[in-house]
């Protein structure tokens, strides 16, 4: 056989293969969305709790509390459908930013209500809520949105799978994190096991599932499964207070902004690496016309760089030296091409209030000076080579 003749029939072997693959893809989504009614239906015959939602317009923050008091939050069928629910209107919401999701009455989550769990206990129904659940939870973690757990009391079984659906976890002195799976004879059905191990590891995943062992703060911080302890009463509006001062660190800026971030972080995360730097691409190119023609605070040098003024940047006065500067670490960024020598950097004035620019502002005056940058050079390259000095 000729080398064309081979090349053509691996072409013909490789077309039909790809034929079969989407032809089963259809075959198993034609099942799905076939099946997906009757588990519904199933689901809201078991009522009880509610899944209550609360957004912030000014903030940007969402509130997603699971409110089953008399079963310790435990998840009824009718709060399964109405997550999905929830979670729908999130993802609309243009002008978020985050949203944390709590229990009701100090517990966060136990899980599923055994009444429901018991009612669909046959293999089909038990695999069709596992997977309505999976595609809500995926949901919620891939939101637009930085979604925090505010894990207050216990979250057990498909409690504890709830925080893994979470961008960051936060636990009060009280609370606790066990997979108790094992103890029903089961294995977590939600997601939980594989998410669990993009966060803390296969062998640590598999000494919490395998041991059942309880997560408290110091543990759950020394495996990196929680982000952060807060320290205040058990008052349920004083723990949903600090949330939003912990989280008020990541989401100072637009909406869109923020959404942004989470998109190519979620793109990152989820698809090939060919596919993730694509999706980079194109949010970056949806943004790079609003931050340059945005309301952005500029550093001095780039405004002066800009106007086409090199020689006014000797002018310019030094810039504070911040704590990491004077200990010799730089930050985050200090080695950045586009950063300007120390000399040529302008001090950072006050605001109104007194404070200085955060971590999370000074990424954005330094992203929107790359831009800044990348556009001048587009425009006059000449004006950049090395030739100028």
């Known amino acids: 056989m000729s080398v064309c003749g081979a090349a053509r029939c ?12 989407l032809q089963q893809n259809r075959t198993v989504c034609s099942h799905t969305n076939g099946s997906a009614e009757s588990i519904r239906k199933k689901l809201q015959a078991f009522s009880g709790g509610s899944i209550d939602l609360q957004k912030q317009q000014d903030s940007g923050i969402a509130v997603l509390t699971v409110n089953n008091p008399a079963r310790m ?3 009824s069928g009718s709060m399964m459908l109405e997550l999905e629910q929830r979670v729908c209107e999130l993802e609309t919401w243009t002008e978020g930013k985050a949203v944390i999701v709590q229990g009701a009455a100090g517990t966060f989550c136990s899980g599923s209500d055994l009444n429901a769990v018991r009612a669909i206990a046959n293999p089909h129904d038990g695999m069709k809520m596992c997977e309505f659940m999976q595609n809500t939870l995926t949901r919620l973690l891939r939101l637009p949105l930085i979604s ?9 079984g498909g409690g504890a799978e709830l925080t893994t659906a979470c961008d960051f976890r936060l636990m009060m002195s009280d609370g606790v994190i066990q997979f108790v799976h094992k103890y029903m004879g089961l294995v977590p059905g939600w997601g939980g096991a594989a998410r669990l191990v993009r966060i803390v590891g296969s062998q640590t995943a598999l000494k919490l599932l395998s041991g059942a062992k309880k997560v408290d703060p110091d543990f759950g911080k020394q495996i990196g499964l929680v982000d952060e302890v807060l320290h205040c009463s058990s008052s349920e509006e004083n723990a949903l207070a600090h949330a ?9 800026g637009p909406a869109p902004v923020i959404q942004a971030v989470k998109k190519v972080v979620v793109s990152g995360r989820e698809l090939p690496l060919g596919e993730a730097l694509q999706t980079e691409r ?6 790079v016309n609003v931050a340059l023609t945005g309301p952005w605070e500029l550093p001095a040098a780039h ?11 000797r002018d310019l ?7 990491s500067e004077r200990s010799g670490s730089p930050s985050p960024g200090d080695t950045l091409p586009w950063n300007l020598p120390k000399h040529q950097r302008v001090k950072r004035s006050k605001s109104a209030s007194g404070d200085v620019l955060d971590p999370a502002e000074r990424a954005v005056i330094r992203i929107a000076g790359l831009l800044s940058y990348l556009l001048i050079r587009s425009r006059t390259r000449s004006f950049f080579s090395p030739a100028d000095g």
């Not at 106007?307 to 940047?313: E, P, T, V, Y």
């Open 303 to 313: 405004t002066v760089m800009a106007a086409g003024r090199r020689d006014k940047l």
């Open 73 to 75: 939050n435990a998840f």
């Open 317 to 323: 006065p030094p810039v504070e030296q911040s704590s």
């Open 148 to 156: 925090v757990a505010l894990v207050e009391g216990r979250a057990l």
């Open 10 to 21: 691996c072409w013909i072997q490789s077309r039909s293969a790809v034929r079969r693959i």
């Open 282 to 287: 194109s949010v970056f190119g949806t943004r």
């Open 244 to 252: 939003e001062q912990w989280l008020t660190q990541f989401i100072k």
